[in-house]
C-alpha cells in the first residue's frame, strides 16, 4: 500500500480512538503484523491486553455496584474477547491502516478477527508508551463507553447463545438450530450469514458478522428478543 495512502488511514484511525500520537512510530508497530517484518506488534499486544482487562474491569465495577466478583468477570468476559474487538475495529477501519506481509495481504488479512483485535490491544499499548496509563484508559473508556453502558448484566454475562438456550429450555422446548446460509468472500476475508431455527415455532432469523461466533450470537440475540415477546413467562407475584 502506498505511504500516503497509510498516512491517511493513520491519521483515521487517530481520529478514532480519540488521541494523537507525538511518536507516530508507535502506532505504526501497533499496526504491523509479524508477517511484515521483525519489528511487529507481538509484544505490545502482551502489555494492551493487561491495560483492557484493568480498564473494563474498573468501569463495569463503576457501573454495577451490586454485582458479585462472578457476575463482573463474565460481564468483562462478553467486552474483552476478539469478536468485540474485531468489530470496533472494522468500525475504525483499522484494516486500512496494518502493515501486512504479501501473503497475508493477499488472504485477506487486513479483515481477519484475530488480527483485528490484536491490533487493537496492541494500538491501547502504544498510547500508554507514547503517553501513560491514563490516557490508554481514556481512550478503551471512548471506546468501549457505550457497550458497557448496554450491557445486559441481568443476564449475569451470559452470551446470547446460552440465553436463548435457557430460555428455550424454561419454556420446555427444543434447542435452537444455527446454519451458515451464506459465506461471503474469501475464506480468510468472510462475512457469515447463519441462521437461527427455533423449529416447532416456526420463526427463523438471519444475521451476519465477520466470523461465525458473532454471526451466530447476533441470531441468538434476535430470537430471543422474539421469543419473550411472543412467549413471555408469567412471574409469580
Request: charged content about 30%; overall charge positive.
Amino acid at each position: 500500500m502506498k505511504p500516503d495512502i497509510l498516512k491517511q488511514a493513520h491519521q483515521r484511525i487517530q481520529q478514532h480512538l480519540g488521541y494523537a500520537f507525538r511518536r507516530i512510530e508507535l502506532l505504526q508497530q501497533a499496526l504491523t503484523h509479524r508477517s511484515f517484518n521483525a519489528k511487529h506488534n507481538e509484544r505490545f499486544e502482551f502489555v494492551g491486553d493487561a491495560i483492557l482487562n484493568y480498564t473494563i474491569a474498573k468501569m463495569l465495577f463503576d457501573a454495577f455496584p451490586k454485582l458479585t466478583e462472578g457476575e463482573l468477570s463474565r460481564l468483562r468476559a462478553n467486552l474483552v474477547n476478539e469478536g468485540v474487538l474485531a468489530e470496533i475495529a472494522l468500525e475504525m477501519n483499522v484494516g486500512d491502516g496494518l502493515y501486512l506481509g504479501t501473503g497475508e495481504l493477499k488472504s485477506g488479512g487486513f479483515r481477519r478477527p484475530s488480527i483485528l483485535a490484536d491490533a487493537m490491544e496492541a494500538m491501547f499499548a502504544a498510547v500508554s508508551f507514547d503517553a501513560d496509563f491514563a490516557t490508554a484508559e481514556k481512550v478503551i473508556r471512548h471506546l468501549f463507553a457505550g457497550r458497557v453502558k448496554s450491557v445486559d448484566f441481568k443476564n449475569q454475562g451470559k452470551d446470547n447463545k446460552t440465553t436463548l438456550q435457557e430460555a428455550l429450555q424454561a419454556r420446555r422446548l427444543d434447542l435452537p438450530k444455527y446454519r451458515i446460509e451464506e459465506q461471503i468472500g474469501t475464506a480468510n476475508d468472510s462475512r457469515f450469514v447463519i441462521s437461527c431455527d427455533l423449529g416447532e415455532l416456526g420463526f427463523i432469523c438471519k444475521a451476519q458478522g465477520a466470523s461465525r461466533k458473532t454471526a451466530e450470537q447476533e441470531a441468538a440475540a434476535e430470537a430471543l428478543k422474539w421469543l419473550e415477546q411472543t412467549f413471555p413467562i408469567k412471574r409469580k407475584k
